[in-house]
């Protein structure tokens, strides 16, 4: 808050002028500009700043102050401000007079130039980029006889209502993007998700109705999406069916290559429409295609002095600025300039936006910032998960010129030196942004260790998943054994539940699901979910997952974090867009447009989550701020995206930092590694650790201690489950039948293919048999890249099956992780150290077995702290303790040789922070106190530290250190004291840490000496005893 005080009144101060202006003539100009993003807290910077002069990369506002700029008249000025070829041009038409009115002698000739570059036949300008995009589809409709139109989602074409629609309509039909917009507006228009195959199929099959598919080759709100070989299919099927391809190339056209994105694409549309680049500043809309479109404008070719005339009929395309002589003076100078260059001005400027584009994404990755610089060409747009829009002012501040929508462009104006003063802007207002706050290190440097090049993988968890069939006839088949809903079914459940906290499983993931049978236990998991939390002690409890176009994004987070409150910050929340159209009967208006939806909702739960406020409208009419109650305890869950299997959906999960949480139905174990590595090498280019990307696998299980029975057992329940219709497209595949086959089949068929399909389908895509014959499965997995198996259990075993299974699962677990090397953290850490207990420690690991109470070896720290606090260099002081002293990252576990010390390497754990303000400060105090107090630490779990943090006001917080015995006593709690306040104090001053002794360690601490003859002696009395 204080850093954004600061910014603001700094950004105010610089450009005072710009923001009198905005606020004196508001009350007459209506400008929607002036209001891109506003937030009550930011509303103070929120005005376009107002420009004095300009002159090729830089401009000077009305206070004096100098930019650099890299909006350049929103991609429009490709050889900069006042581009000599241009400036002449216009100055030597201005100096005969405008002559608006007469045909000015430089539209022919700019006509053949743009023709000439682009391969083109013909070419007809407009005033702007709407009306060129306006004038091609008319030409378009014209030519076909043909009144659909398709666009594809997150596509920019201009203002006219008929390509301002959305998914979201009955069929494939669009909805208004806006008030105002008619649904007759965008009857016709259809719009469609670029890049998928799914589009193909539906264009190919309304084929005879559409007649142009509109593409913005490169969108400008997403340039790394390029998807070459779908453009490619686009074009054979479009000339097949007689659509027009329509190319938008209003910020593609001239600018990566004289032919645009043609020449990336290696595809040549029907029509296509230029702007921005060709008019270098001044209105200019332009179409050029082949000539048959074309002669809608004109009737085509004919020739004076001949017999005939127009022979084609047109359509009606006109305005009173088209061709107006400015611009044609200017378009006729800008494609003289691109023709005589050659394509090396393109690629020239290409290489240093590519060089730009590597050092920040380096800067980036290296900085542990949650950015990256995405580019086509020399246009390049920053992708982030985070919100920063406090990071534009901050260029601003540091003279880069940056507009509100957010997309910017290099031009042949900028030199190395404007290249280099951008980047050193962008690191250095991301350094500012951190030291006020915002993007803490995930672990305090130089502490951070390397982890080596060649360390194995550690072994997969293992969780538990329910998506089973609940029956309401009471038959018996499910794992209820009951109607659905009936207490017996629960009751199985929080069995399993309670069995996998207590075996040390890593997380219990609930579904959602609606009006079904499948799944008929969970139409709301986190009313499950609070269930668990209470019910266990140490195992994460996980959304797998909230169909988020179902919900209020609010009641999401709100409800999740109740959850995460009661199990002490154990939520994890997968997210899902949903598929199955019933569940949609809360929501039908968002089925057709729900994966837009869900990502949008997702990003409303993450900000919630963090504390932000999101704005709503009461009932009174009145916009307001809300945010969540009660806080969460995490500063943020690991979120997760679910995915069939889909290559794109683990990119999108990578880019916006999420895990996945997918299965086997729809996709070999082969493929699955293919996933996981893209999806590794995704985050890894959008600078994110691809390790610390947690990817869950559900995998249907069944074990027994006879591999031949187990396989019997489970064959009845297995093929009614495959069968059922909520699974039966993608049981197709898992099974090897062709969906086409499995739809037409009878119902004895079926039985057939389907049992005929078992073996194989448990060979290759479940855990059904032994601990032993599903050791070779559990390895490929873990050779795949998968950090966890979720064991769908309740696939239809009866009760007593489903308890004895879990036994079994438990030995494989436990012989995965002596197999493999021990395994990873239940919140995904690495690599473990094992070494046997001291006999201290052995002493106090017993008493915790024949204690009754769990939490008598506890230990508490507290502090009162006032004044201010810096919340996040705390955090950073935390890490740092765990990283330096290895006790705190230490477990025990009772082996077959004795009892051993588990030093996690790399473990991290987070301080948690609640809020009590407005709360009685003693009681609040007390009832945290208490809480630790009674904490039940599991030794073999862990983790035996837990940091928290207690903010009674702005200035008032309490911080509690809880730890259990074993790990720590007087002397080493006034060791850890100490090095936190170095730690605290190093981390503000942002130098390294300076200890007055080294850290101790737990592991091989030496056994104290004793005599042989003194254990004699107590093994005698306690032998008589």
């Known amino acids: 808050r204080a850093h954004t005080a600061s910014l603001i009144r700094r950004f105010t101060e610089r450009t005072r002028t710009s923001k009198k202006l905005a606020q004196q003539?508001?009350?007459?100009?209506?400008?929607?500009?002036?209001?891109?993003?506003?937030?009550?807290?930011?509303?103070?910077?929120?005005?376009?700043?107002?420009?004095?002069?300009?002159?090729?990369?830089?401009?000077?506002?009305?206070?004096?102050?100098?930019?650099?700029?890299?909006?350049?008249?929103?991609?429009?000025?490709?050889?900069?401000?006042?581009?000599?070829?241009?400036?002449?041009?216009?100055?030597?038409?201005?100096?005969?007079?405008?002559?608006?009115?007469?045909?000015?002698?430089?539209?022919?000739?700019?006509?053949?130039?743009?023709?000439?570059?682009?391969?083109?036949?013909?070419?007809?300008?407009?005033?702007?980029?709407?009306?060129?995009?306006?004038a091609a589809i008319r030409l378009a409709r014209a030519a076909t006889g043909r009144d659909k139109v398709v666009m594809f989602r997150g596509s920019y074409h201009g203002h006219i209502d008929s390509v301002l629609g959305r998914p979201g309509g009955p069929g494939q039909h669009a909805v208004p993007v806006s008030r105002g917009i008619p649904d007759s507006a965008v009857a016709e228009l259809i719009v469609l998700e670029y890049g998928e195959q799914e589009s193909l199929e539906t264009i190919d099959a309304l084929g005879d109705t559409i007649a142009a598919v509109l593409?913005?080759?490169?969108?400008?709100?997403n340039p790394g999406l390029r998807p070459v070989e779908f453009v490619r299919s686009l074009r054979e099927l479009t000339a097949r069916r007689g659509i027009v391809l329509l190319f938008d190339e209003m910020l593609t056209g001239l600018r990566p290559h004289q032919r645009g994105a043609q020449d990336h694409f290696g595809v040549v549309p029907d029509l296509a429409t230029y702007g921005k680049a060709l008019g270098a500043g001044f209105p200019i809309g332009a179409v050029a295609g082949r000539a048959d479109l074309l002669d809608g404008v004109d009737g085509g070719f004919w020739r004076y002095g001949e017999p005939g005339g127009p022979a084609r009929e047109t359509t009606f395309i006109g305005g009173t600025y088209m061709q107006h002589p400015l611009?044609?003076?200017?378009?006729?100078?800008?494609?003289?300039?691109?023709?005589?260059r050659?394509?090396?001005?393109?690629?020239?400027?290409?290489?240093?936006?590519?060089?730009?584009?590597?050092?920040?994404?380096?800067?980036?990755?290296?900085?542990e910032f949650p950015l990256e610089l995405a580019h086509f060409g020399s246009m390049f747009r920053f992708r982030h998960r985070a919100d920063l829009e406090l990071l534009y002012h901050h260029l601003q501040l540091r003279g880069v010129y940056v507009w509100e929508w957010r997309s910017f462009y290099l031009s042949t104006a900028h030199t190395e030196e404007d290249v280099n003063?951008?980047?050193?802007?962008?690191?250095?207002?991301?350094?500012?942004?951190?030291?006020?706050?915002?993007?803490?290190?995930?672990?305090?440097?130089?502490?951070?260790?390397?982890?080596p090049a060649d360390a194995p993988r550690p072994a997969p968890d293992f969780g538990v998943y329910f998506f089973g069939d609940y029956p309401e006839t009471g038959t018996g088949e499910s794992a209820g054994a009951g109607r659905a809903g009936t207490p017996e079914a629960y009751d199985a459940l929080f069995e399993t539940v309670r069995f996998a906290d207590e075996h040390g499983f890593s997380s219990v993931w609930l579904p959602e699901r609606h009006f079904d049978s499948f799944g008929g236990l969970f139409p709301n998991p986190s009313v499950l979910a609070s269930v668990v939390a209470r019910e266990t002690g140490r195992i994460r409890i996980n959304a797998g997952s909230v169909v988020l176009p179902l919900h209020d994004p609010v009641r999401v987070a709100e409800e999740w974090?109740?959850?995460?409150?009661?199990?002490?910050?154990?939520?994890?929340?997968?997210?899902?867009?949903?598929?199955?159209?019933?569940?949609?009967?809360?929501?039908?208006?968002?089925?057709?447009?729900?994966?837009?939806?869900?990502?949008?909702?997702?990003?409303?739960?993450?900000?919630?989550?963090?504390?932000?406020?999101?704005?709503?409208?009461?009932?009174?009419?009145?916009?307001?701020?809300?945010?969540?109650?009660?806080?969460?305890?995490?500063?943020?869950?690991?979120?997760?995206?679910?995915?069939?299997?889909q290559p794109a959906s683990y990119e999108e999960a990578a880019r916006r930092g999420l895990g996945v949480v997918t299965n086997l139905m729809s996709q070999t174990v082969e493929e699955l590694a293919a996933n996981i590595a893209l999806y590794r090498r995704t985050r890894a280019a959008c600078g994110l650790d691809p390790d610390a990307g947690r990817v869950t696998v559900l995998v249907h299980t069944y074990l027994g201690d006879d591999h031949a029975t187990a396989r019997a057992d489970a064959l009845e329940p297995m093929v009614r489950y495959l069968r059922s219709s909520l699974l039966m497209r993608s049981a197709a595949t898992a099974a090897g039948q062709r969906r086409e086959d499995v739809a037409a089949a009878s119902e004895e068929d079926l039985d057939y293919l389907f049992r005929r399909a078992y073996d194989r389908y448990c060979d290759r895509r479940a855990l059904i048999?032994?601990?032993?014959?599903?050791?070779?499965?559990?390895?490929?997995?873990?050779?795949?890249?998968?950090?966890?198996?979720?064991?769908?259990?309740?696939?239809?075993?009866?009760?007593?099956?489903?308890?004895?299974?879990?036994?079994?699962?438990?030995?494989?677990?436990?012989?995965?992780?002596?197999?493999?090397?021990?395994?990873?953290d239940t919140r995904g850490q690495g690599r473990e150290t094992v070494a046997p207990a001291t006999s201290a420690q052995r002493r106090l690991w017993l008493a915790a077995q024949l204690l009754e109470n769990p939490a008598a070896y506890n230990e508490t720290q507290a502090v009162r702290l006032r004044g201010p606090l810096d919340v996040e260099a705390l955090r950073a002081a935390v890490d740092g303790l765990v990283e330096r002293h290895a006790g705190l990252r230490t477990v025990f576990r009772g082996e077959d040789a004795g009892v051993v010390q588990v030093v996690r390497e790399g473990l991290r754990i987070p301080l948690a922070v609640s809020d009590a303000r407005g709360q009685d400060p003693d009681e609040a105090v007390a009832a945290l106190l208490s809480e630790e107090s009674h904490r039940a630490y599991d030794l073999a779990g862990g983790p035996l530290f837990t940091p928290r943090l207690l903010r009674l006001a702005e200035d008032d917080h309490v911080l509690v250190l809880g730890m259990h015995h074993i790990v720590t006593d007087a002397h080493s709690a006034a060791l850890i004291a100490g090095d936190l306040r170095e730690l605290y104090t190093a981390a503000r001053a942002g130098r390294p840490p300076v200890f007055a002794r080294p850290a101790g360690t737990t592991v091989g601490a030496p056994e104290p000496p004793h005599d042989p003859a003194d254990l004699v002696w107590w093994r005698e009395l306690l032998g008589e005893k």
């Open 327 to 340: 611009s044609m003076a200017a378009a006729r100078a800008v494609l003289t300039h691109l023709t005589e």
């Open 561 to 645: 974090s109740v959850v995460d409150n009661l199990s002490g910050g154990r939520v994890g929340i997968g997210c899902a867009t949903g598929w199955h159209a019933r569940d949609f009967a809360l929501h039908p208006d968002r089925f057709a447009d729900r994966r837009r939806i869900a990502f949008d909702h997702l990003d409303e739960v993450r900000r919630l989550w963090r504390g932000e406020a999101v704005r709503r409208r009461t009932g009174e009419g009145a916009e307001a701020e809300i945010r969540i109650r009660p806080r969460p305890v995490q500063e943020e869950p690991p979120f997760f995206l679910a995915t069939s299997g």
């Open 342 to 367: 050659g394509p090396g001005l393109q690629s020239g400027l290409n290489h240093r936006t590519q060089a730009l584009a590597d050092r920040l994404n380096a800067f980036f990755r290296d900085e």
């Open 215 to 221: 593409v913005e080759p490169v969108q400008c709100r």
């Open 769 to 824: 048999g032994t601990p032993d014959s599903v050791a070779p499965f559990v390895a490929a997995l873990h050779g795949a890249g998968v950090d966890e198996i979720a064991a769908l259990v309740d696939f239809g075993m009866d009760r007593e099956r489903l308890r004895s299974g879990l036994e079994h699962l438990d030995v494989l677990r436990r012989r995965t992780r002596e197999r493999v090397g021990v395994a990873r």
């Open 421 to 451: 003063r951008v980047a050193e802007a962008v690191e250095g207002s991301l350094r500012e942004l951190r030291d006020g706050g915002f993007f803490p290190r995930s672990a305090p440097r130089p502490a951070a260790a390397v982890k």
């Open 25 to 134: 003539h508001r009350s007459v100009l209506a400008d929607s500009r002036a209001v891109v993003g506003f937030r009550d807290a930011t509303k103070e910077m929120l005005y376009p700043v107002a420009a004095r002069s300009a002159h090729g990369s830089r401009l000077v506002d009305v206070d004096g102050n100098t930019y650099t700029d890299i909006t350049m008249g929103f991609g429009a000025l490709l050889l900069g401000h006042e581009a000599e070829p241009v400036t002449e041009a216009v100055r030597r038409h201005l100096a005969d007079g405008l002559r608006f009115g007469p045909r000015s002698p430089d539209t022919g000739e700019a006509a053949a130039l743009l023709a000439s570059l682009t391969g083109m036949e013909r070419v007809a300008f407009a005033s702007s980029g709407t009306e060129a995009n306006s």
